[in-house]
């Protein structure tokens, strides 16, 4: 089993940044790949970024130049950087884990990101 605890979520005004982190935990040796996801209330799960243990990251169009994911493979943990937070990044992110074998991968609990305008 693989164990996801996310932090850092928040309530902030528009053009402020909130970082969020998201530490793995168990049976993680195959472990190849983390991501971050989203929901905004209303909406389907959506991709926001992901990264390899190698880091290297992909984003999504809406988010690229303004967030940034990285990795600590020390510490088994994902961060998402996420600056010139606008209302609509408004969502409830959740961490992905990857791994092979892992099938579809295992998800962390969510964390509340409000962004007020």
């Known amino acids: 089993q693989v164990q996801l605890v996310e932090s850092g979520g928040g309530s902030v005004q528009a053009g402020e940044s909130l970082r969020l982190s998201c530490a793995a935990s168990?049976?993680?040796?195959?472990?190849?790949?983390m991501g971050w996801y989203r929901r905004a209330p209303g909406k389907q799960r959506e991709l926001v970024a992901t990264?390899?243990?190698?880091?290297?990251?992909n984003y999504v169009d809406p988010v690229k130049g303004r967030f940034t994911i990285s990795i600590d493979n020390a510490k088994n943990t994902i961060y998402l950087q996420m600056n010139r937070l606008k209302p609509e990044d408004t969502a409830v992110y959740y961490c992905?884990?990857?791994?092979?074998?892992w099938g579809l991968g295992y998800w962390g609990q969510g964390t509340q990101v409000t962004v007020s305008s």
């Open positions: 168990g049976s993680i040796s195959n472990m190849n790949a």
């Open positions: 992905l884990a990857m791994g092979t074998g």
């Open positions: 990264i390899t243990r190698g880091a290297i990251a």
